[in-house]
C-alpha cells in the first residue's frame, strides 16, 4: 500500500457474509468503512476522494481517527455541487461537531448544509421502506455509540396463511393489520470500545455480520486494552462460543502491528469461530 500507511496495511476489501465493506482501519491512524449495500459510510477517517458521494455517514466518536475527515467531507461535497450529508454522531457530542462545522463554514465563507443528527443508545432511523437503523450503546473513553443495521421484513399474520389475495385486500382495506413486522439484524458495528460492551450490548452477538475492533492482539498489550477501553484477542477467545454472526470482522488492529503479525495471532482462535473470522487486512 502507499506509504502513508504502516507495512502491509492500509486499503481493505472484504465480504462478509455478502456484505462487502471496503475501507481503512488502523488504531490512532485512521478508520472509516465504506458500505455500499446500505449505501452509508461509517466513519470517515481522513475523508479520501471515494468517500465524498456517501450522504449517510454513521460516526461512532470523537476520536480523530475516526472524525478528522469531516469537515473535509462536508466542505468537498459543497465544491462537488451536492447536498449536506446527514451525519450521525453521539449526542454529547454534537455540539463541538457543530461548532468545528460553523467555525470551517466561516473559514471558507460557504454554507455546507450539513444535517447533523443526535445518536441516542435505542434511536431508530428508517434508511428505506426495508432497512432500519438502530443506534447502540458504546463503551470507550469518550461518548460513543454503535450501530445496527436490520432489513425490516412485513410477513402475513399466521392465521391469514394460505387465504385468498382478495380476501386479505378486503381486510387490509377494512384497517385490519394483516402483516407483523420483523426484523432481521444484520449487521452490527461497534465503534471503539472495551470488552465491557458485550455486556452493554448484548444484541451485536446475533447480527449476521458483526464488525468489532480487537486493536490489541499480544499478550503483553491487556493492560494497555483495558487503559484505552480496547478489546484484546483475549476478550474475543473468552467469549469464543457466544458469537452467533455468520461472520467476525476484526478491525481497528494497533499501527504497531504488522499484519502477518496479527494473522499469527488470530490463528489462536479456535474453530466453529474461526473459520468465520475475518481479519480487516490487506489481503
Ligand atoms: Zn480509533
Ligand atoms: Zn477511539
Keep these: 500500500m502507499g506509504e502513508d500507511y504502516p507495512d ?66 462536508a466542505s468537498r461535497r459543497r465544491l462537488a455541487g451536492l447536498p449536506g450529508a446527514r451525519v450521525f454522531v453521539p449526542k454529547e457530542a454534537v455540539d463541538d461537531v457543530r461548532a468545528w462545522i460553523e467555525a470551517s463554514e466561516r473559514l471558507e465563507a460557504i454554507h455546507y448544509g450539513v444535517e447533523l443528527v443526535p445518536a441516542v443508545p435505542g ?80 444484541q451485536i452477538l446475533k447480527a449476521r455480520v458483526l464488525l468489532i475492533e480487537c486493536s490489541f492482539v499480544r499478550p503483553e498489550d491487556v493492560p494497555r486494552a483495558r487503559e484505552y477501553a480496547h478489546v484484546h484477542l483475549e476478550d474475543i477467545l473468552a467469549r469464543a462460543d457466544r458469537f452467533e454472526n455468520e461472520a467476525l470482522v476484526l478491525t481497528h488492529f494497533s499501527q504497531r502491528y504488522r499484519a502477518e503479525e496479527i494473522r499469527e495471532a488470530l490463528r489462536r482462535i479456535p474453530e466453529p469461530l474461526a473459520t468465520r473470522v475475518i481479519p480487516f487486512l490487506p489481503r
Design 8 to 73: 502491509g496495511r492500509g486499503r481493505v476489501r472484504v465480504e462478509a457474509a455478502g456484505i462487502p465493506i471496503e475501507g481503512v482501519s488502523i488504531a490512532g491512524h485512521e478508520s472509516f468503512y465504506k458500505l455500499p449495500t446500505f449505501r452509508t459510510l461509517l466513519e470517515f477517517g481522513r475523508a479520501p476522494e471515494d468517500t465524498v458521494g456517501y450522504a449517510n455517514v454513521c460516526v461512532s466518536h470523537g476520536h480523530l481517527d475516526h472524525a478528522a475527515g469531516l469537515a473535509h467531507h
Design 123 to 202: 434511536d431508530r432511523i428508517a434508511l428505506r421502506n426495508d432497512l432500519e437503523l438502530t443506534v447502540l450503546p458504546g463503551r470507550h473513553r469518550v461518548p460513543t455509540v454503535g450501530y445496527l443495521f436490520s432489513e425490516v421484513k412485513h410477513k402475513l399474520l399466521d392465521e391469514l396463511a394460505g387465504r385468498p389475495g382478495e380476501e386479505i385486500a378486503e381486510l387490509r382495506r377494512h384497517g385490519a393489520a394483516v402483516t407483523r413486522r420483523e426484523e432481521v439484524p444484520l449487521f452490527a458495528y461497534t465503534g471503539d470500545c472495551g470488552q465491557e460492551i458485550f455486556d452493554a450490548a448484548p
